[in-house]
């Protein structure tokens, strides 16, 4: 079952602008982690956020996390053309047990024009 | 480091028929996934391994899907029988442990007529 569901689905950009994307999720989670899938390269893991951290970078990424509104934020500043790609929200909830399974969500397709 | 290998990259088969995907992971990595996508959606776990165990399969179609990993390390998924509605990129991922960062292949697209 779904458990991701980010915002926008779609988002198209000029190049140099900023983008967001936003995931908001069901259940509790031990972590939440954001990939990204384009045509050349496949998914690509960006970032993990455990859900203890509100905050984190990579480079020109950065991801919130609000456990409370169950939602996360992806920020993509200084956008370039190599950014095209869909973007996943992936939650990884409690279970107790070994069973570390992704709940995915459907992507926002992001298109950055030059 | 290479990356998670899969084979073949594509593959066209009739209903009905059977076929085979490969994965080779990352090495050392315990965990192996595979995952279904269908065009405009997030992947779908099928299978989960920890080492050579299942941890999750609940949502593999085990009427016609199966799938091994051969001493921890390699791992086949097969169809027998296909049908329509298995058109879709199978993706191996696999990671350090269970709740790690995956790591994904290439994936192979099937097409099923």
């Known amino acids: 079952s779904q458990q991701g569901e980010e915002d926008p689905q779609a988002l198209s950009i000029q190049e140099g602008e900023n983008a967001t994307m936003n995931c908001s999720y069901k259940?509790?989670?031990?972590?939440l982690q954001w990939y990204r899938q384009n045509s050349g390269r496949g998914l690509v893991h960006l970032i993990l956020?455990?859900?203890n951290e509100r905050e984190k970078h990579s480079g020109r990424l950065r991801v919130t996390l609000d456990t409370s509104k169950k939602s996360s934020s992806l920020l993509i500043t200084a956008s370039r053309a190599a950014d095209t790609a869909s973007y996943f929200c992936?939650?990884?909830?409690?279970?107790?047990?070994?069973?570390?399974?992704?709940?995915w969500g459907a992507g926002t397709k992001l298109i950055i024009k030059p | 480091e290479a990356g998670v290998a899969q084979s073949p990259r594509y593959k066209i088969i009739e209903k009905r028929q059977s076929v085979a995907f490969w994965c080779n992971p990352i090495?050392?990595?315990?965990?192996l996934y595979w995952y279904q996508q269908i065009l405009g959606q997030g992947p779908k776990l099928l299978i989960q391994?920890?080492?050579?165990?299942?941890?999750?399969d609940s949502q593999l179609p085990k009427d016609r899907f199966s799938a091994e990993r051969l001493k921890g390390v390699d791992s086949t998924l097969k169809i027998q029988p296909a049908k329509l509605e298995d058109s879709a990129v199978y993706l191996c991922a696999s990671s350090q442990d269970s709740g790690y960062e995956q790591y994904f292949g290439p994936g192979t697209r099937l097409t099923v007529t």
């Open positions: 090495s050392g990595h315990a965990t």
């Open positions: 391994f920890q080492n050579n165990g299942v941890v999750d």
């Open positions: 956020i455990r859900s």
């Open positions: 259940t509790s989670i031990n972590n």
């Open positions: 992936a939650t990884d909830p409690p279970g107790g047990d070994s069973n570390y399974q992704l709940i």
